[in-house]
């Protein structure tokens, strides 16, 4: 019973290792979208069997992180480009929402969470370190959204902005001035201050100014990436 359980747990242990090597390599772009995850070569870089290698695919694969097809290959998700329209209505929604949610909801530990990950957002800004900005961004938001208290909501936004970390990251990346005082760390205290406040309609209207800026700029540099490198 007791090595059973010991195995177990391991297994476990082994499983969230291998899956949190892959979200932080899939989020990153190190394994690009569409790329083949070899099992195998996994299995030797890793030091383990494939079984808690499996179990972590299928945990990426409930994120919308790879695909596993029918052949038993599994893939990094592609990025979605012919419905970004309806992601990007979507990630709008889910900032509205998840904010107006905190104003209602937040607790004091709440906001302290809130404003560290408004801090390590600054920093990164401040340090030019864009990767970092990126990952930053999406733990802020997503802090706003545990401080509203509904986990369906928080499981849903955590997806769509690991998406669009993925595609900040294809196009924001290069082009990205840590110019100060930076817009998004001005639009983020103005949020944090009508959170606090709780003034839903404020926070309303800025989380949605605020999603409707980055998809503008993502769409942006989409357009542009189009202009200077056409498909053939």
């Not at 290959?73 to 709008?92: H, Y």
Request: charged fraction near 25%; proline fraction near 5%.
């Amino acid at each position: 019973m007791t090595d059973t359980t010991e195995t177990d747990r391991k297994r476990g242990s082994g499983a969230r290792l291998v899956y949190d090597t892959l979200r932080d390599e899939i989020l990153s772009l190190t394994l690009a979208p569409g790329e083949t995850i070899d099992e195998a070569a996994l299995a030797d870089r890793l030091s383990m069997s494939r079984t808690p290698i499996r179990e972590a695919l299928v945990r990426l694969a409930a994120d919308g992180l790879v695909s596993m097809l029918p052949n038993r290959s599994t893939i990094v998700a592609p990025i979605d480009f012919l419905n970004l329209p309806q992601f990007f209505d979507a990630l709008t929604l889910m900032y509205r929402v998840t904010t107006r949610l905190a104003a209602t909801n937040h607790t004091p530990a709440d906001l302290e969470a809130i404003q560290a990950r408004q801090t390590t957002f600054a920093r990164a800004v401040v340090a030019g370190d864009s990767m970092a900005m990126i990952a930053a961004n999406r733990d802020f938001h997503l802090t706003i959204a545990e401080a509203g208290g509904n986990a369906y909501y928080n499981q849903l936004f955590a997806r769509l902005l690991d998406e669009g970390r993925r595609i900040l990251l294809l196009y924001y990346y290069p082009s990205f001035e840590s110019r100060l005082p930076h817009p998004y760390i001005l639009e983020h205290e103005a949020i944090i201050a009508a959170v606090t406040a709780r003034n839903i309609d404020e926070c309303d209207r800025l989380a949605r100014d605020h999603a409707d800026q980055i998809v503008a700029q993502i769409q942006s540099l989409i357009a542009q990436d189009r202009r200077q490198h056409p498909p053939l």
